[in-house]
């Protein structure tokens, strides 16, 4: 079983950065593909990016395409969302997860999930 502990949340003017960071507890932390999701008031989680366990291949949405980048560090169970570029739009509450399924896009796809970190961008 994993657990997830999210960081790196705040408040940023448009065209700013954060960096997120997800701390995962547990020793098979390398056999999970990992994602990030966001989910904004009113409306429904939607994928940002996921990275395979061992391939390190990289998806994203198109959102957040050329803006985004997903990394892991699998020898410090940890995975990054650097963000650049942010807009009044990708606020929301930012939630990594864990995966041992192939599909990635779908958050009913994933097992674990962190408690979520609050990304707030200003206009």
């Known amino acids: 079983q994993a657990q997830l502990v999210e960081s790196g949340g705040g408040l940023v003017q448009a065209g700013g950065s954060l960096t997120l960071s997800c701390a995962a507890s547990?020793?098979?932390?390398?056999?999970?593909?990992m994602g990030w999701f966001r989910q904004a008031p009113g409306k429904d989680r939607e994928f940002v990016a996921a990275?395979?366990?061992?391939?390190?291949?990289?998806y994203y949405a198109d959102s957040v395409k050329g803006r985004f980048t997903i990394s892991r560090d699998n020898t410090k169970n940890t995975v990054f969302l650097q963000m650049n570029s942010l807009r009044p739009e990708d606020t929301a509450v930012y939630y990594c997860?864990?995966?041992?399924?192939?599909?990635?896009?779908?958050?009913?796809?994933?097992?674990?999930w962190g408690q979520g970190t609050q990304v707030t961008v200003s206009s």
């Open positions: 990275i395979r366990r061992r391939s390190g291949i990289t």
């Open positions: 997860a864990a995966t041992s399924n192939s599909q990635l896009i779908f958050p009913s796809m994933y097992d674990y």
């Open positions: 547990g020793r098979t932390f390398s056999t999970y593909a």
